[in-house]
């Protein structure tokens, strides 16, 4: 077990978050916990709303408070508790992984496909994962498709991040808990024996460290280290979280850090089987800068062959893809990227958030979102648009475009100019975001058209085939936004007019 060594190298490194909010310290906290941690620190889809109890969200929109303050509000009960039998958390939820939403991507039927001859079956199938939003919502939760498919994927990131959290929270919690005082500049805080005297459940600490120091500007510096083997079952895994923190001296609340996180399984693999023998270990960083305007962040997570920590020169997670001859401990599988500029007030504001199955995909999956809340009833809408980009490894926040036949006969990886677009509102008296724009359908075909001619598909998500010729309307047209770049500015003016691509903050 490497837990000792791999914290070694991310003991100054720092954060992993979707979405991130400065909050006011919470009451009864000690006086320094707000420049100590990142009070307000948090992760969660900006869609992801949850009945609202026991007052614990200030800001609820009709009886929905979002997961986001939802987290804040358990972050900061951690920082808070006045007894360390209040300082545990949950280390499956680093175990935690994305999924697609119903509505998004399923396996659809097909016969008679006109760019090439059909694979086997009766009827064949398009493989789940690759036609985009193709249902106008979800059937169970009742989410617009956008909606949906943000929370399910941010799923598995947010729930890894918040026990990232939570971990070093407990650390401040314990502290406090027992009488200790975050230490001064240039002292430390060895904190082990007290978190192995939570007894979290199947999890033995080897790291438990804070640091405070200075750097060369003479703002403070506070470093967590925090390392754990967790044996659930007759699994085994070594888990390391580091944050390097920087408050805004002269004005509470503001911040800037940086926080990482490593989950290392020995005996795991990618589904393609490139680490086989080697190893896995699901890395993540994340950049976060809380100024008095908005919060800035990129974050990226990943799953890595080898106990690699994926950092490159920057000290954040390294795009390259793993190559068996020239990168053997790049990513193998699921790199994520999300860049966000938001008031963490009411999450008004733009994400852009990217994905890659695997490594040898041509182009990554990308939304690019602006969040508006109404003035006067807070209720929050999303205009979301949906396409193709560029690789994880070259990737810069745009869409490129539409791929309708991603994996069918004859495909084509060239996107068209269009995106699916949809936008949708919190509905405060069921809780769900109800769509009241959708441009969505299309034809599986490399020109997204139908053709009129014998090619029929599952235009429902039914699993049947929806027989008759031009059944689903899309003869001679698809409903997809088309794209134009009329400035030549290298952004499409429909997506260019609605989000603004956030800007990378950069640590230290």
């Known amino acids: 077990m490497k837990n000792v060594q791999r ?22 906290s000690d006086s320094d916990t707000a420049g100590a941690f990142p009070s307000g620190l948090s992760v969660a889809s900006p ?18 408070a979002s997961e986001y303050e939802v987290e804040v509000a358990e972050i900061d009960a951690l920082l808070s508790a006045t007894s360390t039998s209040s300082c545990g958390f949950e280390p499956a939820e680093f175990l935690s992984s994305a999924v697609n939403a119903a509505c998004y991507g399923p396996s659809i039927a097909y016969q008679n496909h006109p760019d090439g001859a059909d694979a086997a079956g009766s009827p064949p199938t398009l493989p789940g994962g690759d036609v985009g939003m193709w249902l106008e919502a979800d059937a169970t939760s009742g989410n617009a498709c956008a909606a949906d498919q943000l929370d399910s994927r ?4 947010s729930r ?5 959290l939570k971990g070093l929270a407990s650390m401040v919690c314990v502290a406090l808990a027992s009488g200790e005082t975050l230490p001064a500049a240039g002292g430390s805080l060895d904190l082990l024996t007290q978190m192995n005297a939570l007894g979290v459940t199947d999890t033995s600490f080897t790291t438990a460290t804070l640091t405070h120091s200075t750097d060369s500007s003479g703002d403070d510096v506070y470093a967590y280290s925090l390392a754990f083997n967790y ?18 001296g002269s004005t509470s609340g503001l911040f800037k850090g940086r926080m990482t996180y490593h989950v290392n399984n020995d005996a795991g693999t990618d589904s393609n089987g490139y680490c086989a023998g080697a190893g896995i270990s699901d890395n993540a960083s994340l950049v976060y800068d809380r100024t008095a305007s908005a919060l800035n962040l990129e974050m990226r997570s990943g799953r890595y062959c080898g106990e690699e920590d994926g950092l490159n020169a920057s000290n954040v997670m390294d795009p390259t893809p793993y190559d068996a001859a020239t990168a053997t401990g790049g990513w193998a599988e699921n790199f994520n990227k999300l860049t966000a500029s938001f008031d963490p007030d009411d999450l008004a504001g733009d994400y852009v958030y990217a994905w890659q199955a695997g490594k040898g995909d041509s182009h990554s999956r990308v939304f690019n979102a602006h969040v508006s809340n109404d003035s006067s009833t807070g209720i929050p809408t999303v205009e979301a648009f949906f396409g193709f980009g560029n690789a994880m490894d070259s990737f810069s926040g745009n869409i490129e475009g539409m791929i309708c036949n991603w994996a069918g006969p004859g495909n084509s990886h060239t996107p068209i100019d269009a995106v699916q677009h949809q936008v949708a509102s919190l509905n405060t008296t069921t809780g769900v975001f109800d ?21 029929t598909f599952d235009i429902n ?7 008759g010729d031009d059944v689903t309307g899309l003869a001679s047209s698809h409903s997809l936004l088309t794209l134009n770049d009329i400035d030549v500015n290298g952004e499409w003016d429909e997506i260019e007019a609605v989000v603004s691509l956030p800007s990378t903050p950069t640590y230290p």
């Not at 914290?7 to 009864?28: D, E, Q, R």
């Not at 009241?436 to 490399?446: E, F, H, K």
């Open 47 to 64: 869609t992801a709303y949850q009945a609202s109890a026991g007052g614990i969200a200030s800001r609820a929109v009709g009886g929905y």
């Open 154 to 157: 941010l799923t598995g990131i």
């Open 435 to 455: 769509a009241s724009t959708s441009a969505l359908a299309y034809a599986p075909a490399n020109n997204c058209i139908q053709g009129g001619g014998s090619f």
């Open 160 to 164: 890894r991040a918040s026990a990232s």
């Open 231 to 248: 044996t659930p079952g007759s699994s085994d895994y070594d888990i390391g979280v580091a944050m390097s923190h920087t408050p805004n």
């Open 461 to 467: 998500g039914d699993g049947t085939l929806d027989g």
């Open 7 to 28: 914290i070694s190298t991310l003991f100054l490194l720092g954060a992993m978050v979707f979405l991130l909010a400065a909050c006011n310290p919470p009451a009864g």
